[in-house]
Protein backbone atom coordinates (compact mmCIF):
# COMPACT_ATOMS: atom_id res chain seq x y z
CA UNK A 1 0.00 0.00 0.00
CA UNK A 2 1.34 3.13 -1.13
CA UNK A 3 -0.64 5.64 1.33
CA UNK A 4 -3.16 4.79 3.72
CA UNK A 5 -6.39 6.09 2.98
CA UNK A 6 -7.03 10.01 4.96
CA UNK A 7 -10.90 8.32 5.55
CA UNK A 8 -9.16 5.26 7.06
CA UNK A 9 -6.93 7.21 9.51
CA UNK A 10 -10.18 9.64 10.68
CA UNK A 11 -12.26 6.21 11.57
CA UNK A 12 -9.87 5.20 13.29
CA UNK A 13 -8.88 8.10 15.17
CA UNK A 14 -12.14 9.48 15.47
CA UNK A 15 -13.29 6.06 17.20
CA UNK A 16 -10.74 5.73 19.75
CA UNK A 17 -11.11 9.11 20.78
CA UNK A 18 -14.85 8.78 21.53
CA UNK A 19 -14.16 5.79 23.09
CA UNK A 20 -11.47 6.84 25.64
CA UNK A 21 -13.72 10.20 26.04
CA UNK A 22 -16.87 8.01 27.00
CA UNK A 23 -14.85 6.19 29.34
CA UNK A 24 -13.42 8.77 31.61
CA UNK A 25 -16.90 10.17 31.59
CA UNK A 26 -17.77 6.86 32.91
CA UNK A 27 -15.55 7.90 35.44
CA UNK A 28 -16.94 11.55 36.23
CA UNK A 29 -13.79 13.19 34.53
CA UNK A 30 -14.04 15.48 31.44
CA UNK A 31 -13.93 13.37 28.10
CA UNK A 32 -11.34 15.74 26.69
CA UNK A 33 -8.69 13.54 28.94
CA UNK A 34 -9.91 10.31 27.47
CA UNK A 35 -9.49 12.25 24.00
CA UNK A 36 -6.08 13.21 24.86
CA UNK A 37 -5.13 9.45 26.56
CA UNK A 38 -6.33 8.55 23.01
CA UNK A 39 -3.43 10.14 21.07
CA UNK A 40 -1.15 7.64 23.61
CA UNK A 41 -3.20 4.47 22.93
CA UNK A 42 -2.53 5.35 18.90
CA UNK A 43 1.28 6.09 19.37
CA UNK A 44 3.99 4.06 19.72
CA UNK A 45 3.67 2.88 23.17
CA UNK A 46 0.30 1.02 22.80
CA UNK A 47 -0.64 0.46 19.36
CA UNK A 48 2.63 0.58 18.06
CA UNK A 49 3.72 -1.88 20.67
CA UNK A 50 1.00 -4.26 19.89
CA UNK A 51 0.49 -4.39 16.62
CA UNK A 52 3.70 -2.75 15.03
CA UNK A 53 2.75 -4.10 11.62
CA UNK A 54 -0.65 -2.50 11.58
CA UNK A 55 0.32 0.65 12.89
CA UNK A 56 3.62 1.62 10.74
CA UNK A 57 0.91 1.24 7.49
CA UNK A 58 -2.02 2.77 9.41
CA UNK A 59 0.99 6.18 10.23
CA UNK A 60 2.68 5.77 7.49
CA UNK A 61 5.58 8.92 7.54
CA UNK A 62 3.82 9.56 3.44
CA UNK A 63 0.25 10.07 4.81
CA UNK A 64 1.35 12.24 7.57
CA UNK A 65 1.07 15.89 5.70
CA UNK A 66 -2.58 15.30 5.28
CA UNK A 67 -3.33 14.57 8.97
CA UNK A 68 -0.92 17.39 9.76
CA UNK A 69 -2.93 20.25 7.22
CA UNK A 70 -6.44 19.39 9.51
CA UNK A 71 -4.49 18.99 12.96
CA UNK A 72 -3.19 22.77 12.29
CA UNK A 73 -7.04 23.42 11.07
CA UNK A 74 -8.29 22.02 13.61
CA UNK A 75 -5.91 24.22 16.11
CA UNK A 76 -6.11 27.40 14.47
CA UNK A 77 -9.91 27.02 14.32
CA UNK A 78 -9.97 26.56 18.17
CA UNK A 79 -7.76 28.64 19.16
CA UNK A 80 -9.41 31.23 17.26
CA UNK A 81 -12.91 30.37 19.68
CA UNK A 82 -10.69 30.40 22.23
CA UNK A 83 -9.60 33.99 22.19
CA UNK A 84 -13.22 35.18 21.09
CA UNK A 85 -14.52 33.58 24.46
CA UNK A 86 -11.96 35.42 26.73
CA UNK A 87 -13.69 37.98 28.47
CA UNK A 88 -14.12 39.10 31.72
CA UNK A 89 -16.98 37.17 33.84
CA UNK A 90 -19.64 38.59 35.51
CA UNK A 91 -18.41 40.75 39.08
CA UNK A 92 -14.97 40.52 37.93
CA UNK A 93 -14.73 44.56 39.20
CA UNK A 94 -15.49 43.49 42.31
CA UNK A 95 -12.63 40.93 42.24
CA UNK A 96 -10.07 42.70 40.31
CA UNK A 97 -7.71 42.83 43.07
CA UNK A 98 -8.07 39.17 43.89
CA UNK A 99 -7.99 37.81 40.48
CA UNK A 100 -4.88 39.93 39.92
CA UNK A 101 -3.28 38.21 42.63
CA UNK A 102 -4.06 34.71 41.73
CA UNK A 103 -3.44 34.95 38.45
CA UNK A 104 -0.05 36.59 38.66
CA UNK A 105 0.87 34.87 41.56
CA UNK A 106 0.13 31.20 39.60
CA UNK A 107 1.74 32.26 36.45
CA UNK A 108 5.26 33.27 38.49
CA UNK A 109 5.83 30.38 40.73
CA UNK A 110 5.24 27.81 38.60
CA UNK A 111 7.65 29.95 36.23
CA UNK A 112 9.77 29.84 38.85
CA UNK A 113 9.63 26.30 39.70
CA UNK A 114 10.50 25.98 35.95
CA UNK A 115 13.67 27.52 35.80
CA UNK A 116 14.09 25.65 38.96
CA UNK A 117 13.86 22.09 37.46
CA UNK A 118 15.45 23.09 34.35
CA UNK A 119 19.50 22.47 35.88
CA UNK A 120 18.33 18.69 36.54
CA UNK A 121 16.33 17.90 33.11
CA UNK A 122 18.24 19.92 30.67
CA UNK A 123 21.51 17.81 30.50
CA UNK A 124 19.41 14.71 29.56
CA UNK A 125 16.39 16.11 27.82
CA UNK A 126 17.25 19.42 26.11
CA UNK A 127 17.56 18.63 21.98
CA UNK A 128 21.31 19.04 20.90
CA UNK A 129 22.02 22.79 20.60
CA UNK A 130 19.40 24.23 22.63
CA UNK A 131 21.05 26.22 25.22
CA UNK A 132 19.99 26.18 28.92
CA UNK A 133 18.00 29.41 28.99
CA UNK A 134 15.77 28.77 26.16
CA UNK A 135 15.16 25.40 27.63
CA UNK A 136 14.60 26.93 30.79
CA UNK A 137 12.35 29.81 29.85
CA UNK A 138 9.90 27.04 27.75
CA UNK A 139 9.69 25.09 30.94
CA UNK A 140 8.88 28.20 32.93
CA UNK A 141 5.70 28.47 30.05
CA UNK A 142 4.94 24.66 30.13
CA UNK A 143 4.63 24.97 33.78
CA UNK A 144 2.00 27.98 33.93
CA UNK A 145 -0.76 27.36 31.67
CA UNK A 146 -4.14 27.15 32.61
CA UNK A 147 -7.09 25.65 30.64
CA UNK A 148 -9.39 28.36 30.91
CA UNK A 149 -12.19 26.02 28.59
CA UNK A 150 -11.88 23.12 30.94
CA UNK A 151 -12.12 25.12 34.16
CA UNK A 152 -15.08 26.73 32.80
CA UNK A 153 -16.97 22.84 32.08
CA UNK A 154 -15.46 22.11 35.94
CA UNK A 155 -17.67 24.94 37.57
CA UNK A 156 -20.64 24.58 34.87
CA UNK A 157 -21.04 20.85 35.55
CA UNK A 158 -21.39 21.68 39.44
CA UNK A 159 -23.13 24.62 39.43
CA UNK A 160 -20.09 27.15 40.56
CA UNK A 161 -19.92 29.11 37.37
CA UNK A 162 -21.57 32.08 39.41
CA UNK A 163 -20.27 32.02 42.73
CA UNK A 164 -16.99 33.93 44.30
CA UNK A 165 -15.16 30.79 43.39
CA UNK A 166 -15.94 30.09 40.31
CA UNK A 167 -15.87 34.16 39.16
CA UNK A 168 -12.34 34.60 40.49
CA UNK A 169 -11.09 31.14 39.20
CA UNK A 170 -12.32 31.92 35.71
CA UNK A 171 -11.08 35.97 35.80
CA UNK A 172 -7.81 34.97 36.85
CA UNK A 173 -7.22 32.06 34.69
CA UNK A 174 -8.09 34.72 32.17
CA UNK A 175 -4.72 36.88 33.40
CA UNK A 176 -3.02 34.14 34.22
CA UNK A 177 -3.09 32.43 30.22
CA UNK A 178 -2.37 35.94 28.82
CA UNK A 179 0.67 36.12 30.42
CA UNK A 180 1.78 32.42 30.18
CA UNK A 181 1.05 33.11 26.20
CA UNK A 182 2.82 35.81 25.88
CA UNK A 183 5.57 34.29 27.46
CA UNK A 184 5.73 31.18 25.17
CA UNK A 185 5.53 33.42 22.34
CA UNK A 186 8.77 35.22 23.25
CA UNK A 187 10.62 32.29 24.09
CA UNK A 188 9.72 30.64 20.26
CA UNK A 189 11.10 33.78 18.90
CA UNK A 190 14.20 33.44 20.75
CA UNK A 191 14.94 30.44 18.90
CA UNK A 192 12.17 29.90 16.17
CA UNK A 193 13.88 33.01 14.17
CA UNK A 194 17.00 31.07 13.86
CA UNK A 195 19.11 34.14 13.76
CA UNK A 196 19.65 34.83 17.45
CA UNK A 197 19.17 37.67 19.28
CA UNK A 198 18.84 39.85 15.78
CA UNK A 199 16.14 37.80 14.83
CA UNK A 200 14.45 37.56 18.18
CA UNK A 201 13.80 41.53 18.21
CA UNK A 202 12.72 40.81 14.39
CA UNK A 203 10.00 38.54 15.51
CA UNK A 204 9.52 40.64 18.66
CA UNK A 205 8.92 43.72 16.41
CA UNK A 206 7.03 41.80 14.37
CA UNK A 207 4.44 40.78 17.29
CA UNK A 208 4.25 43.88 18.45
CA UNK A 209 2.93 45.69 15.14
CA UNK A 210 0.52 42.54 14.47
CA UNK A 211 -1.06 43.35 17.95
CA UNK A 212 -1.21 47.45 17.21
CA UNK A 213 -2.68 46.50 13.38
CA UNK A 214 -4.97 43.61 15.11
CA UNK A 215 -6.26 45.77 18.06
CA UNK A 216 -6.25 49.35 16.49
CA UNK A 217 -7.51 48.43 12.67
CA UNK A 218 -9.33 45.00 12.39
CA UNK A 219 -11.05 45.29 15.85
CA UNK A 220 -12.84 48.56 14.91
CA UNK A 221 -13.19 47.34 11.29
CA UNK A 222 -15.18 43.93 12.27
CA UNK A 223 -16.96 45.76 15.07
CA UNK A 224 -18.53 47.50 12.49
CA UNK A 225 -19.19 44.59 10.01
CA UNK A 226 -20.74 42.81 13.02
CA UNK A 227 -23.03 45.72 14.05
CA UNK A 228 -23.97 46.06 9.97
CA UNK A 229 -24.27 42.22 9.01
CA UNK A 230 -25.12 40.63 12.38
CA UNK A 231 -26.72 42.38 14.36
CA UNK A 232 -28.56 39.17 15.98
CA UNK A 233 -24.74 37.99 16.47
CA UNK A 234 -25.54 35.22 14.02
CA UNK A 235 -23.27 36.01 10.72
CA UNK A 236 -24.08 35.90 7.42
CA UNK A 237 -22.23 33.56 5.10
CA UNK A 238 -20.49 36.66 3.51
CA UNK A 239 -19.55 37.93 7.35
CA UNK A 240 -18.48 34.56 8.09
CA UNK A 241 -16.02 33.95 5.20
CA UNK A 242 -14.75 37.37 6.13
CA UNK A 243 -14.05 36.23 9.75
CA UNK A 244 -12.43 33.10 8.48
CA UNK A 245 -10.04 35.23 6.20
CA UNK A 246 -8.88 37.31 9.12
CA UNK A 247 -8.45 34.60 11.31
CA UNK A 248 -6.28 32.67 8.69
CA UNK A 249 -4.34 36.07 7.63
CA UNK A 250 -3.06 36.50 11.05
CA UNK A 251 -2.53 32.87 11.66
CA UNK A 252 -0.56 32.84 8.54
CA UNK A 253 1.15 36.17 9.77
CA UNK A 254 2.49 34.94 12.67
CA UNK A 255 3.71 31.42 11.07
CA UNK A 256 5.92 33.75 8.72
CA UNK A 257 7.15 35.94 12.17
CA UNK A 258 8.35 32.19 13.02
CA UNK A 259 5.58 31.72 15.91
CA UNK A 260 3.04 29.33 15.64
CA UNK A 261 -0.15 30.22 13.80
CA UNK A 262 -2.33 29.30 16.99
CA UNK A 263 -0.93 32.79 18.31
CA UNK A 264 -2.40 34.48 15.51
CA UNK A 265 -5.95 33.02 15.74
CA UNK A 266 -5.95 33.67 19.02
CA UNK A 267 -5.26 37.73 18.73
CA UNK A 268 -7.78 37.86 15.96
CA UNK A 269 -10.43 36.11 18.24
CA UNK A 270 -9.71 38.38 21.17
CA UNK A 271 -10.25 41.33 19.20
CA UNK A 272 -13.72 40.71 18.27
CA UNK A 273 -16.94 41.97 20.26
CA UNK A 274 -17.36 40.14 23.43
CA UNK A 275 -20.66 39.42 22.25
CA UNK A 276 -22.45 36.21 23.89
CA UNK A 277 -24.56 35.66 20.47
CA UNK A 278 -21.61 35.76 18.08
CA UNK A 279 -19.67 33.46 20.74
CA UNK A 280 -22.88 30.95 20.46
CA UNK A 281 -23.16 31.17 17.16
CA UNK A 282 -19.27 30.75 16.48
CA UNK A 283 -19.19 27.37 18.57
CA UNK A 284 -22.23 26.24 16.59
CA UNK A 285 -20.68 26.81 13.05
CA UNK A 286 -17.13 26.00 13.76
CA UNK A 287 -15.61 24.71 17.05
CA UNK A 288 -17.99 21.30 17.01
CA UNK A 289 -16.46 20.52 13.88
CA UNK A 290 -13.19 21.65 15.28
CA UNK A 291 -13.44 19.58 18.53
CA UNK A 292 -15.24 16.38 17.53
CA UNK A 293 -13.33 16.08 14.08
CA UNK A 294 -10.13 17.85 13.56
CA UNK A 295 -8.76 18.30 17.62
CA UNK A 296 -8.49 14.26 17.69
CA UNK A 297 -6.09 14.30 14.58
CA UNK A 298 -4.11 16.56 16.70
CA UNK A 299 -4.12 14.37 19.53
CA UNK A 300 -3.10 11.34 17.34
CA UNK A 301 -0.37 13.32 15.99
CA UNK A 302 0.64 14.74 19.66
CA UNK A 303 0.69 10.67 20.41
CA UNK A 304 2.79 9.62 17.32
CA UNK A 305 5.73 12.05 18.78
CA UNK A 306 5.86 10.42 21.96
CA UNK A 307 8.35 7.85 23.25
CA UNK A 308 8.44 4.80 25.71
CA UNK A 309 11.87 5.98 26.25
CA UNK A 310 10.84 8.83 28.64
CA UNK A 311 10.12 6.20 31.18
CA UNK A 312 13.33 4.08 30.72
CA UNK A 313 16.47 5.34 33.57
CA UNK A 314 15.87 8.50 35.23
CA UNK A 315 12.38 8.88 33.43
CA UNK A 316 10.51 8.01 36.54
CA UNK A 317 12.58 10.47 38.66
CA UNK A 318 12.31 13.75 35.95
CA UNK A 319 8.29 12.81 35.44
CA UNK A 320 7.91 13.31 39.59
CA UNK A 321 10.08 16.49 39.70
CA UNK A 322 8.13 17.82 36.72
CA UNK A 323 4.83 16.94 38.24
CA UNK A 324 6.01 18.34 41.61
CA UNK A 325 6.54 21.48 40.09
CA UNK A 326 3.65 21.91 38.54
CA UNK A 327 1.66 21.11 40.85
CA UNK A 328 3.04 22.59 43.61
CA UNK A 329 3.61 25.86 41.65
CA UNK A 330 -0.24 26.11 40.23
CA UNK A 331 -2.05 25.14 43.88
CA UNK A 332 0.14 27.50 46.09
CA UNK A 333 0.61 30.11 43.72
CA UNK A 334 -3.08 30.35 43.26
CA UNK A 335 -4.16 29.93 47.29
CA UNK A 336 -1.64 32.32 48.13
CA UNK A 337 -3.47 34.82 45.62
CA UNK A 338 -6.46 34.09 46.97
CA UNK A 339 -5.51 34.41 50.19
CA UNK A 340 -3.95 38.27 49.85
CA UNK A 341 -7.43 38.51 48.26
CA UNK A 342 -9.09 38.22 51.41
CA UNK A 343 -10.29 34.65 50.76
CA UNK A 344 -10.55 31.96 53.65
CA UNK A 345 -7.75 29.13 53.27
CA UNK A 346 -10.03 26.19 51.96
CA UNK A 347 -11.83 28.41 49.20
CA UNK A 348 -8.35 29.58 48.72
CA UNK A 349 -6.86 26.13 47.90
CA UNK A 350 -9.96 25.16 45.54
CA UNK A 351 -9.38 28.19 43.25
CA UNK A 352 -5.61 26.89 43.43
CA UNK A 353 -6.98 23.44 42.46
CA UNK A 354 -8.75 25.10 39.46
CA UNK A 355 -5.63 26.69 38.19
CA UNK A 356 -4.27 23.23 38.05
CA UNK A 357 -6.30 22.35 35.23
CA UNK A 358 -4.20 22.14 32.36
CA UNK A 359 -5.95 19.56 29.73
CA UNK A 360 -5.65 20.53 26.29
CA UNK A 361 -4.05 24.31 26.65
CA UNK A 362 -1.02 22.69 27.83
CA UNK A 363 -1.02 19.69 24.84
CA UNK A 364 -0.73 22.62 22.77
CA UNK A 365 1.76 24.63 24.26
CA UNK A 366 4.30 21.65 24.13
CA UNK A 367 3.45 21.15 21.03
CA UNK A 368 4.29 24.46 20.29
CA UNK A 369 7.76 23.29 22.02
CA UNK A 370 8.43 20.16 20.03
CA UNK A 371 7.81 21.61 16.92
CA UNK A 372 10.56 24.93 17.46
CA UNK A 373 12.44 21.88 18.55
CA UNK A 374 12.75 23.33 22.46
CA UNK A 375 11.87 20.02 23.47
CA UNK A 376 12.16 16.19 22.09
CA UNK A 377 9.95 13.20 22.26
CA UNK A 378 11.05 12.38 25.97
CA UNK A 379 10.35 15.60 27.41
CA UNK A 380 7.22 15.63 25.62
CA UNK A 381 5.61 12.17 26.46
CA UNK A 382 6.55 13.43 30.12
CA UNK A 383 4.69 16.81 29.62
CA UNK A 384 1.95 15.06 28.26
CA UNK A 385 1.55 12.75 30.89
CA UNK A 386 1.61 15.83 33.49
CA UNK A 387 -1.16 17.54 31.76
CA UNK A 388 -3.23 14.57 31.87
CA UNK A 389 -2.35 14.05 35.20
CA UNK A 390 -2.50 17.58 36.73
CA UNK A 391 -6.05 18.11 35.00
CA UNK A 392 -7.55 14.14 36.67
CA UNK A 393 -6.64 15.92 40.09
CA UNK A 394 -8.43 19.06 39.91
CA UNK A 395 -12.27 17.19 40.42
CA UNK A 396 -10.88 15.68 43.37
CA UNK A 397 -8.89 18.34 44.93
CA UNK A 398 -11.91 20.86 44.20
CA UNK A 399 -14.37 18.18 45.88
CA UNK A 400 -12.42 17.99 48.73
CA UNK A 401 -11.87 21.89 49.64
CA UNK A 402 -15.35 23.23 48.02
CA UNK A 403 -17.25 19.85 48.17
CA UNK A 404 -19.44 18.91 45.46
CA UNK A 405 -22.67 21.12 44.23
CA UNK A 406 -25.04 20.38 41.58
CA UNK A 407 -26.10 22.73 38.81
CA UNK A 408 -29.14 24.19 39.30
CA UNK A 409 -31.90 23.28 36.65
CA UNK A 410 -32.49 25.32 33.67
CA UNK A 411 -29.07 27.08 34.33
CA UNK A 412 -26.75 28.17 31.64
CA UNK A 413 -24.11 30.13 31.44
CA UNK A 414 -22.57 32.23 28.10
CA UNK A 415 -21.19 30.56 25.31
CA UNK A 416 -19.20 27.10 25.13
CA UNK A 417 -20.57 27.08 29.14
CA UNK A 418 -23.22 25.14 28.33
CA UNK A 419 -24.55 21.28 28.34
CA UNK A 420 -24.17 21.48 24.59
CA UNK A 421 -20.80 22.57 23.78
CA UNK A 422 -18.40 20.51 22.99
CA UNK A 423 -16.49 18.87 26.16
CA UNK A 424 -13.02 19.47 27.28
Not at 107 to 128: E, K
Not at 193 to 204: A, D, N, R
Not at 318 to 325: C, D, G
Request: glycine share 12%; aromatic share 8%; net charge positive.
Amino acid sequence: MSHTPLLLQLLVILAVARLCGLLLRYLGQPPVIGEMAAGIVLGPIVLGAAFPGFHATLFAPASLPALSALSTLGLVLFMFIVGAELRAPDGVRAQLRSAGWVGILSVLLPMAMGIGIAPWLHPTLAPAGVGFWPFALFMSAAMSITAFPIMARILKERGMTHTRIGRLSLSAAAIADVFAWMMLALVVALIGSGEGYTGFLKTTLGLVLLCALVFGGLRPLFGGLLRRYAADGVPSGMMMAALLIGVFACAATTQWLHLHPVFGAFLFGACLPRDDRLLKSLIERLEHVAVIVLMPVFFALAGLDTSADAFVGAGLGALALILAAAVLGKVLGGAAGARIGGYPWRDSFAVGSLMNARALMELIVIKVGLDAGLIGQELFTLLLVMAIVTTLMTGPLLTLFAGRRQPASGTQGPGRITETSPPR
